[in-house]
């Protein structure tokens, strides 16, 4: 069984700093991109930034320059630093990592399988 859990998010004024963590666990054969997305009530969810597990990001526009996405491979791992945090950012922050899982061997190969897993979701307010 695969989980991921979040932590470090909070309410903070604009201007302010936050960072998301995320730490993935479990039967855990490989991991893909691991990003974080957010949603607030009555929006579709949208991406924030991902990052491969080479280590290429990518980012929304409104987080450029503002947001960081990092990872530690050997520790199953995904931060979001946040800085000068504005009213705008306030949402439900989700943690997403594509996980392979359950490996095995075949004449002339190996294979596993690849799902999406979802963090439970951590709240971030930013106050005016």
């Known amino acids: 069984q695969v989980q991921l859990v979040e932590s470090g998010g909070g309410l903070v004024q604009a201007g302010g700093s936050l960072r998301l963590s995320c730490a993935a666990s479990g039967s855990i054969f490989s991991i893909n991109d691991m990003g974080w997305y957010r949603q607030v009530p009555g929006k579709q969810r949208e991406l924030v930034a991902t990052i491969t597990s080479g280590g290429a990001t990518r980012y929304a526009d409104s987080v450029k320059g503002r947001f960081t996405i990092s990872r530690d491979n050997a520790k199953n791992t995904v931060d979001l630093q946040m800085n000068n945090l504005k009213p705008e950012d306030t949402s439900l922050y989700y943690c997403?990592?594509?996980?392979?899982?359950?490996?095995?061997?075949?004449?002339?190969?190996?294979?596993?399988?690849?799902?999406?897993?979802w963090g439970q979701g951590t709240q971030v307010t930013v106050s005016s």
């Open positions: 997403h990592a594509e996980i392979g899982v359950s490996p095995g061997t075949y004449d002339g190969g190996s294979y596993y399988f690849q799902y999406d897993y």
